[in-house]
């Protein structure tokens, strides 16, 4: 055969292999038939038993997740991956109602979208507790959802001088904090303009602490730190060794700007920074920190020992305390190696001030005294979470895979491939002091095609993994809403709901609880509409006012059974209530528009569900 067709025969095994492979990549598998059914492996058999979850009974964790840039949070059940619910908390969510009634607008304020990255559940002695989450967004802000109801009870901030609060919501051991961190160093306070040429020295980041009183959970300002202009990524909290400590990623130590990727990436190294969160409360309540956008915020240069530094590689994302404490796991991008940092050596690093150096008066410690090991996890290490006995497991998003290793020998002992480009993961209770073991939920930034079409937005892919035994398994495919930053994963027996509010425990000014106490009030322009939702009638099933007047529905479920949901729908009023057993909510509006408006309960309740309704006349 001579040359040229030797070639001819070459590109037309290309040709037909390129084909094949675009073919696959293109269309959807057909469905497999009876005889590849059949030889089904036992593997494929043992994954649908591990998470097969049959009719009536329940999963055994629940998985939190942030919603990115939906501001949600949404609940998924484990193993089965089922969505269970979605908790609205910087966004308005007609599905409930949320971002309507007067209560939830408030929380709200001016704000309708917020990018929620980093769920925490509270803690008791570094173990979740069930009673909290809490959920951080990129406009400053931290919110509170109740495990009892599941709902969003207070939203806090935003914060002052933060910028881009990327490093939050994670708590401390007993949920005294909530940290906080800005991804953007700025100038401060807020409103200075400054010109981006002079970042390096005029430009500042900061870190916070959020107080969470330990009965009620309500959170106000608790202490900030300045520090130098790097971009401030994740953190974490120490515990049992570690505790009273809080650290922080930052990227950008050349205190570079433009395109990043480039100007930011000259360094060997950048930082975490180890913050004592104890002497920074002390030295807040004393009075110490100089004010700066209405609140103290304390110099590091003046606070000695509030800050210190320790080398990390490059562009880190992750840092991850182990459940002991006694590590500081950190992970840089653009590295092909995970760091332990050993706590003990960074407490005696202290001590002696073995430090290498400063930046803008904050010590920085030596590398090599502060290190165990350099795990060689793989490429793009991101983050790390935990199992029983010392196992860790570490996102790899250049490598599309996790990472099993153990801690103390460092020995990298199995990787299970991702698909596609893995960021955050979560073990089962993998943030704490006990972690279970058991499963593993990758959370994959790309679905590569693993799904039916949906068009260009494709969904999320989260898998589960399982972590029970030596060699880790792919379970399962869930294809999640966007974008699962990242989830925590807790026994679902820790969590207490309610499902109906007890009458007793409604203490709302204006609920009443029978039909003959509903009806309107007027005082000048101002109207108050107390109204009963009760299966089958909205009470008054009519009410009339004047052009301009100014109305308020305040609207009680008198129901105590559960699962009997109501709604207020106004037609033309863009007002959507929904209100659960036992509860009130209010809703207050302008009447500007004159003519007749029904209204109308838009969750299905009764047989007579649809007779549930009434008029609004506006004269």
């Not at 991008?333 to 930046?359: C, H, M, P, Y």
């Not at 020995?411 to 943030?431: N, R, T």
């Amino acid at each position: 055969m001579n040359g040229t067709r030797v070639r001819t025969a070459i590109w037309a095994v290309v040709g037909v292999a390129v084909l094949a492979v675009t073919v696959n990549r293109c269309a959807p598998s057909a469905p497999k038939g009876r005889q590849e059914r059949a030889g089904a492996t036992s593997d494929v058999a043992v994954a649908a038993q591990k998470t097969y979850v049959a009719p009536g009974d329940l999963d055994e964790y629940y998985f939190f997740a942030s919603g990115g840039h939906s501001g949600q949070v949404y609940v998924y059940g484990v193993p089965s991956m089922r969505h269970l619910s979605t908790i609205p908390v910087f966004t308005p969510y007609p599905a409930t109602g949320y971002g309507f009634d007067d209560e939830s607008k408030k929380m709200l304020g001016d704000l309708t979208w917020g990018d929620a990255h980093h769920p925490a559940l509270s803690e008791t002695k570094g173990d979740y507790d069930g009673r909290w989450l809490f959920i951080n967004e990129m406009n400053g802000r931290v919110a509170r959802i109740d495990l009892r109801d599941f709902k969003t009870k207070q939203i806090f901030g935003p914060v002052p001088n933060v910028s881009g609060n990327h490093g939050s919501a994670f708590v401390t051991p007993n949920t005294e904090y909530s940290i906080m961190a800005s991804r953007f160093s700025i100038p401060l306070p807020k409103g200075t303009a400054v010109e981006v040429g002079k970042y390096a020295t005029e430009y500042k980041g900061v870190v916070s602490g959020i107080r969470i009183d330990p009965t009620s959970g309500e959170m106000s300002y608790g202490w900030q730190v300045l520090m130098p202009p790097f971009d401030y990524d994740l953190g974490d909290a120490g515990k049992l060794a570690s505790d009273g400590y809080v650290f922080f990623t930052a990227y950008n130590a050349e205190r570079a700007t433009g395109k990043l990727e480039v100007t930011a990436s000259q360094k060997d190294r950048d930082y975490i920074a180890v913050v004592d969160w104890r002497l920074a409360q002390k030295a807040t309540d004393e009075g110490k920190g100089d004010m700066i956008g209405g609140v103290k915020v304390l110099d590091p240069k003046k606070v000695p020992g509030v800050v210190y530094l320790m080398p990390m590689g490059k562009s880190p994302h992750g840092v991850d305390v182990s459940p002991d404490g006694k590590y500081i796991i950190g992970s840089g991008k653009l590295q092909g190696v995970t760091v332990a940092f050993n706590w003990e050596k960074v407490q005696t690093a202290i001590r002696n001030k073995d430090f290498s150096g400063e930046e803008d008066g904050i010590p920085v410690l030596k590398y090599e005294s502060i290190k165990d090991a350099e795990i060689p996890v793989g490429l793009g290490p991101l983050h790390t979470q935990f199992g029983p006995d010392g196992w860790a497991y570490t996102s790899l998003f250049v490598d599309s895979a996790i990472a099993k290793w153990k801690l103390g020998t460092w020995e990298v002992v199995d990787k299970v491939p991702m698909s596609y480009s893995i960021g955050h993961l979560s073990s089962a209770e993998g943030d704490t002091v006990s972690p279970d073991g058991k499963y593993l939920v990758g959370l994959n930034k790309l679905s590569h095609g693993r799904h039916l079409s949906v068009g260009p937005s494709q969904p999320e892919s989260s898998q589960l993994v399982d972590i029970s035994d030596e060699k880790m398994k792919l379970l399962y495919d869930a294809f999640t809403e966007p974008e699962p930053h990242y989830a925590q994963m807790i026994k679902a027996d820790k969590i207490k709901t309610i499902e109906v509010y007890p009458q007793a425990e409604n203490k709302h000014p204006l609920a009443i609880w029978d039909v003959k106490d509903a009806g309107v009030t007027r005082n000048g322009n101002k109207v108050l509409v107390k109204m009963v939702a009760v299966r089958s009638t909205l009470t008054p099933t009519d009410f009339e006012l004047k052009d301009g007047d100014e109305v308020t529905v305040a609207i009680t479920n008198i129901e105590q059974t559960t699962d009997e949901l109501h709604g207020f729908g106004l037609l033309d009023y863009n007002i959507n209530i929904v209100v659960d057993p036992g509860e009130t909510k209010t809703v207050t509006f302008k009447a500007n528009k004159k003519g007749v408006y029904p209204y109308y309960c838009t969750n299905f309740c009764s047989a007579l569900h649809q007779e549930m309704q009434g008029y609004m006349i506006v004269r």
